[in-house]
C-alpha cells in the first residue's frame, strides 16, 4: 500500500484529524470500524496471496469510479469525473452507479459504461432496513461485484471516505485503488491518500484524489451539456405555459428526500408569494412526479412536474433557484443557476452550492450539527427557526447584483 506521504504516521495523524473534521465520527462508530478491519485482515491472511503488481507508468486502460449515493452526491463529483476524462482521454471510464440514475450523465462524455447497482445500505434511511441480513438487495449486490471483478481494472477511485466503498474498491479486484482510510478500511487501498484539511467540501476530497497521482485538476471545467434539442423543449414547454421568451424566471424546489432538510411548502410558498408581489418575475414552482403538493394561485406561479432530464432543461432557463440543501442545489451549480438554499442538519462548507452568487440561510447557533439527519429533536428546530424574511432577504441579496436583468420593482416594497 502507497502512502501519499514521506512519514506514514503523519498520513495516520491527519486521517485521524480528518476524521473528526469531515465526518464527525463517534468513538463507538469507530470501533465497530476497528472491529470490521480486524475481523477482515484476519480474513485476508487466510486467502490466498497474489503476486504484487508493480505500478505501471502508462496511463490506466480501464478506470472504474465508485459512486452509487443520491443524485445530489452524483452532482458534486461531476467535476472530478470530468476532469478524470480530460486527464485520461483514451481510458475506458466505468461508474457504478445507483439503478435509476443512468440517464443523468448519458450524453456528457464523462463515462462510458454505467454499472448499475442497488447497494443494502444506500437504498433506506432507517438503520435497521439498511443492514436488513434478509433483504434481496444483497444478493444483487454480490452480483454487481462480481460484475466488477469480470472487468479487470487498472485503477479504481472513491472520494466518499467509508470503510464500505474502500471494501468494494478491494472487492473490484482493480490493479490500483485509491482512496482514503480516513473512515477505516486503508488497508483495502493500494495508494491511501493524504486529505487535505484545508479543504471540506465534498467535491474538493474527490478532486483531491486526482491531485494526489500527481495530476492538475481545473475547479472552472465545463459543468453540464444539454442537447440543443432539450433546450428548445424547455423553451417551448415554458411558451406553452403563457411564459414570455424574456421573462425573469425564479425557481423554487420545495422537496428534499431526506425529511429533516425539508424547510417546509408552506415557507416556500410565502416566499414565492412575496417574490410575485415585489417583482415582476415568474416563479416555477417544481415538484417531483407522483408528488402530490398544495400550491398557490397566483398569477405568474407555474406549477410543474418534470422528469429528470426536462426538469434539468427548464431549470437552466432559471435566473435562481431556492431551494432545501438537496439534489436539486447541486444541479443548479452544474447549471450554473444561482442558488438560496436553506441549510438545517448538514454542513454548508461540506456540502454546500459552490457558486459564486449562491447564498446559504442557515443558523450556526445549533451546536448539534451535524446530525447526519438522524435530529434528537422532536423536529429539525435548526430548520424551523429560520423564517421567510431571513430568505427573502437573501434572494434580494442575490437578485441586486444581477440588474438590469433583475425585475424592475425588485426591491420596491423591501
Known sequence: MRLHDDNPMDVIGVEAAARASFLRMRQCKWRLVRAFEVFTRLLLSMLPSRQAREKSSAPPANVLVIEYWNLGDLAIAVPFLRNLRHRFPQARISLLVQAGLESFLEGQGLVDEFIPVRVPWAQHF?????YNPFSRHWISFA???????????????????????????????????????????????????????????????????????????????EGFRLSDAEK??????????????????????PGARIPTRRWGEER???????????????????????????????????????DLRFFLAVLSRCRLLVCNDSGPMHLANLLDVPVVAVFGP????????????????IHPEFSCRPCFDYCIFDEPHCLRTISCDEMCDAIKGVLRPMEPQAPERMGAHG
Not at 234 to 252: M, Q
Request: glycine share 10%; charged share 25%.
Open 268 to 306: 416556500f410558498a410565502e416566499v414565492a408569494r412575496r417574490m410575485l408581489s415585489e417583482t415582476d418575475a415568474h416563479v416555477l414552482w417544481f415538484s417531483e412526479p407522483g408528488n402530490s403538493c398544495n400550491v398557490p394561485m397566483m398569477q405568474r406561479f407555474h406549477a410543474v412536474s418534470l
Open 346 to 361: 448538514q454542513r454548508p462548507e461540506w456540502f454546500g452550492p459552490r457558486g459564486p452568487h449562491d447564498r446559504v440561510v
Open 126 to 130: 432507517d438503520r435497521w432496513r439498511k
Open 143 to 221: 452480483r454487481s461485484l462480481l460484475v466488477l471483478r469480470s472487468r479487470q481494472f487498472d485503477c479504481a477511485f472513491s472520494g466518499r471516505m467509508d470503510v464500505r466503498d474502500n471494501f468494494i474498491l478491494w472487492a473490484s479486484g482493480a490493479r490500483r485503488r485509491i482512496g482514503y482510510g480516513i473512515g477505516g478500511g486503508g488497508h483495502f487501498l493500494t495508494d491511501r491518500v493524504k486529505p487535505d484539511l484545508s479543504r471540506p467540501h465534498r467535491a474538493q476530497i474527490w478532486q483531491h484524489l486526482l491531485e494526489s497521482q500527481d495530476g492538475l485538476t481545473n475547479a472552472q471545467v
Open 232 to 253: 428548445e423543449r424547455a423553451r417551448s414547454f415554458l411558451l406553452s405555459r403563457g411564459i414570455p421568451s424574456g421573462a425573469f424566471l425564479i425557481g423554487i424546489h
